[in-house]
């Protein structure tokens, strides 16, 4: 018996601003930026993890889980 978690879960799921916690980031026309139209912050995906440097493949600027570390989870968003 399984349950429909996974169909459930929107794949679109935005990640939150890492500057006011609202999920209103939205892709600017530049890739790899992101704007909140929340606060208004620009924000830039970045290729390092800026916690531990371990370098990530961003694989789909869509999902959540791409957007942080994959090996100690902070944000891989930066204020731009
Ligand atoms: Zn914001
Ligand atoms: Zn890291």
Not at 4 to 28: F, H, I, M
Request: proline share 10%; net charge positive; hydrophobic share 25%.
């Amino acid at each position: 018996m399984s349950d429909s978690v996974e169909s459930s879960r929107s794949p679109l799921k935005r990640a939150p601003c890492p500057n006011c916690g609202e999920p209103w980031l939205r892709p600017t026309q530049l890739p790899g930026r992101l704007r909140c139209v929340n606060c208004l912050s620009r924000f830039e995906l970045v290729s390092q993890c800026p916690n531990c440097g371990e370098h990530q493949t961003i694989l789909r600027m869509s999902n959540t889980e791409d957007m942080q570390c994959q090996s100690c989870g902070a944000s891989m968003l930066q204020p731009a």
